[in-house]
């Protein structure tokens, strides 16, 4: 699976756009860009997840660059319930494997 | 949609005694599931994944002895944590994959234990 970085925390007012960077500059072809998010002492939970066109649903949008070698995860109004770590995970879609998980980004919404 | 149940939320041990842990999936038949361990302020860790009915496969550095799996059936997976020490404190997660389920969205995460061994 490729390597992803991300920044190690950040922080947003509530009611403003979060946008959450990660970048991937090895990903291949075949693989998909996930995002996952850990609220504290809980387990993850799955957000959303592309390969290369713009993805939305209920909790975020994801805006993934033409080359695939970064992308952006946009919370578009942050609540403070969206504190939490968010994981940037990059593999293939017919991996069946372990889910491997890296640093993530420390997301604070303050009031 | 997938629910994945663990059991218990918190406990606290003493030393030297053994821990179950539970995850059952509650909704779906999860032929693989994952264990993690996380220690504060760091990322999950995979422990060891466990397929239905068979043995499970550990990573490096986990000790199998230590940390026993058991995955008898298509809903519950256990690990027991024998003799337990205070380094073992850690908040533990198992995650369920169902039969069939694409990669996408397949992975569902039970709420996690808090272990603590005093």
């Known amino acids: 699976d490729a390597k992803t970085t991300q920044p190690t925390s950040m922080d947003c007012a509530e009611g403003r756009a979060a946008n959450l960077p990660c970048n991937h500059s090895?990903?291949?072809?075949?693989?998909?860009v996930y995002w996952y998010r850990q609220i504290h002492s809980q387990g993850p939970q799955y957000i959303i997840h592309?390969?290369?066109n713009n993805e939305t649903n209920e909790m975020a949008s994801l805006i993934i660059t033409e080359d695939r070698k970064s992308s952006t995860l946009i919370l578009p109004h942050a609540t403070l319930r969206d504190t939490a770590v968010y994981y940037c995970?990059?593999?293939?879609?017919?991996?069946?494997?372990?889910?491997?998980f890296g640093t993530g980004t420390r997301l604070q919404v303050f009031p | 949609g997938a629910v994945v149940s663990q059991h218990p939320s918190r406990v606290i041990c003493k030393s030297g005694t053994s821990v179950k842990i539970e995850c059952r999936s509650l909704d779906f038949q999860a032929t693989t599931m994952f264990w993690y361990r996380q220690f504060p302020k760091q990322s999950l860790m995979l422990m060891a994944t466990?397929?239905?009915?068979?043995?499970?496969?550990?990573e490096q550095g986990v000790e199998k002895d230590k940390f026993l799996i058991n995955h008898a059936s298509l809903t519950l997976s256990t690990l027991t944590v024998t003799s337990a020490h205070p380094e073992d404190s850690s908040f533990y997660i198992c995650?369920?994959?169902?039969?069939?389920?694409?990669?996408?969205?397949?992975?569902?995460f039970g709420s996690g234990t808090r272990l603590t061994v005093v």
């Open positions: 592309g390969l290369k």
């Open positions: 090895t990903i291949s072809g075949n693989e998909y």
């Open positions: 466990s397929n239905e009915g068979s043995k499970a496969t550990y």
């Open positions: 995970i990059v593999r293939p879609s017919y991996n069946t494997d372990k889910l491997i």
């Open positions: 995650s369920a994959r169902a039969r069939g389920s694409p990669s996408n969205y397949g992975y569902t």
